[in-house]
């Protein structure tokens, strides 16, 4: 049977999501080793994840203001809050 079955993660109370094992400073460091901005893929590739997994822990972060999103072609890149280039002006 499963080989994983013993491997039980802890839950969201709220989300009923799987908190996992991939911990926010693990995505941070992730797009920082991209150079401060990266897409989902290589985010999810650096830190060992799915893509779907990268995708909502992204997501959940950029609610909590660490990070930010743009959308360029069809790629969504991911940048560290305050990273972005404002300094125009």
Do not use: P
Not at 7 to 27: A, K, L, W
Not at 50 to 68: F, N, P
């Amino acid at each position: 049977m499963g080989g994983n079955m013993g491997v039980m993660r802890d839950r969201d109370e709220e989300s009923g999501r799987y908190t996992g094992q991939y911990t926010t400073e693990d995505f941070l460091d992730a797009i920082n080793a991209e150079g401060g901005m990266a897409g989902t893929g290589d985010i999810a590739d650096l830190v060992g994840c799915a893509h779907d997994t990268a995708y909502k822990r992204l997501q959940k972060m950029e609610d909590e203001g660490l990070i930010s999103s743009r959308k360029v072609g069809n790629t969504l890149l991911w940048m560290i809050s305050g990273t972005e280039e404002q300094s125009a002006g």
